[in-house]
């Protein structure tokens, strides 16, 4: 155990074919880049161990919050994994059914294939309490399932490959719950922050008839063929580029499966045979310059389904919307406009309607994941996206936080005490 007179905090930033600031006699930490350099004087330690926190601005993705509420209950012990364990030979224990824990906040070098037999249900979870890590190494996580099994993975941080459903014949799996999950947009991440493999997919269905079912989790893209239903809440599904594909088809050109998308904040392109409800939504798509896709957001079947109190780009395909922006605000623009002036003309009606486009978008104070304000919207953010939720919150994945009225609330009691004169106001440090 170092005492505080041991460890020094400075930069270990890159220097020819070493690291900046080399300790002498003390151990050097860099919080920012996540470097530790011991000095040549300290005898090599067998073990290092570091203990961190980090900063989120809710409970979701991988994390070592309480979870319990959302765990599956099994009539058998859990199959417990410890430091240097195998999760496979865990998971190989409960193919009839159950679970496998892992009670430590480490990280596993390990690429499991999960197998759950007919009519059971399989959950590979991370202990309440403990944020597990799984660098899959450039390898894919596969999940195959018989007739009516269901695997649920839950407060896992999976990073360096995939997850897929493959199609192997005689894989059944009915349903998919990834819960409190992590899928590390881009793969993994440089040493800045930034995704090693932007464009490739990190979840893949590859059979029809599976439920797919994600709720408060992190994931990069997602491919499924038709056939399949995808059901996202309170999550963020983030092809790491507005151009980028956030769900499609395998082939990424065509439509992927039903999808339902309720709180949730999608950055990259989506095309789905169907969408059965969008619901207080972000989606932030963009086409490329000479892109492949007609549409930033497109449905093949749009006479069923609803898109209500959400962001869906213009020149989208969807279905009905309702009170959903920038539509909304440029009907409404257009509309104050006409009762100012009567005679108002198409050519005008277009300047209006591009003005409220061009202003009501979606601004982030990161959209970066591993940043701790990660798809926060900016409180410079439009008005009708950061109010524009059914009950007043913001639309996207923080919904639920209802920071709104928060904000509201505050400052309509502080407005009780102030004297005469005075009024309140609110400085937010982060």
């Known amino acids: 155990m170092l005492t505080p007179d041991q460890i020094q905090i400075c930069n270990l930033s890159d220097s020819g074919a070493g690291w900046a600031h080399v300790p002498i006699d003390r151990v050097s930490v860099d919080p920012e880049l996540g470097r530790l350099a011991l000095p040549a004087s300290l005898d090599e330690p067998d073990r290092v161990e570091v203990t961190f926190h980090y900063g989120a601005c809710a409970d979701m993705g991988g994390g070592s919050y309480s979870r ?48 759950v037999n007919a009519d059971r249900t399989l959950s590979l979870r991370a202990a309440d309490g403990h944020r597990a890590f799984i660098d899959l190494d450039g390898d894919e996580m596969t999940l195959v399932g018989g007739s009516e099994a269901e695997i649920v993975l839950d407060g896992l941080v999976i990073s360096g490959g995939r997850l897929v459903v493959p199609d192997t014949g005689d894989n059944n799996l009915r349903r998919l719950v990834l819960r409190h999950v992590t899928l590390v947009p881009g793969r993994t991440l440089t040493i800045d922050g930034e995704p090693v493999s932007p464009t ?96 930033p957001v497109w449905a093949l079947q749009r006479q069923t389904g609803c898109a209500r109190f959400s962001y869906i780009p213009p020149n989208s395909r969807v279905p009905r919307q309702h009170r959903c922006q920038p539509q909304f605000a440029a009907a409404k623009a257009v509309e104050a406009e006409e009762a100012r002036n009567p005679l108002l003309t198409d050519s005008a009606r277009e300047h209006i309607v591009r003005g409220v486009r061009a202003r009501v978008v979606p601004a982030y104070t990161s959209s970066r994941y591993g940043t701790p304000a990660y798809g926060q919207l900016l409180l410079s953010a439009p008005a009708e996206i950061r109010r524009g939720a059914d009950s007043g919150s913001e639309m996207g994945v923080y919904h639920h936080l209802y920071q709104p009225q928060r904000h509201d609330a505050l400052l309509f009691r502080l407005n009780e005490f102030l004297p005469i004169g005075l009024d309140a106001g609110l400085i937010y440090v982060t």
């Not at 199959?79 to 906040?105: F, K, P």
């Not at 580029?241 to 088809?249: D, E, L, Q, Y």
């Not at 050109?253 to 939504?281: D, M, Q, W, Y």
């Open 68 to 115: 319990r509420e959302g765990f599956i209950v099994s009539s058998a012990a859990p199959e417990h994994i410890g430091e240097g364990d195998s999760i496979q030979t865990a998971l190989d224990n409960i193919v009839n059914g159950g679970v496998a824990q892992i009670g430590v906040s480490h990280r596993f070098t390990q690429a499991p294939d999960v197998l």
């Open 200 to 295: 490739l997919p990190l979840l893949v269905v590859e059979i029809p008839n599976v439920t797919v079912e994600i709720e408060r989790s992190i994931i990069g893209g997602i491919r499924t063929v038709e056939g399949s239903a995808v059901a996202i809440t309170d999550s963020i599904v983030d092809a790491t580029n507005r151009t980028g594909i956030a769900f499609s088809a395998l082939d990424e050109t065509s439509h992927g499966g039903v999808l339902t998308l309720c709180e949730t904040t999608v950055i990259g392109k989506v095309a789905a045979r169907s969408f059965p409800l969008i619901s207080n939504t972000i989606l932030d798509a963009a086409l490329a310059e000479a892109d492949d896709w007609t549409s």
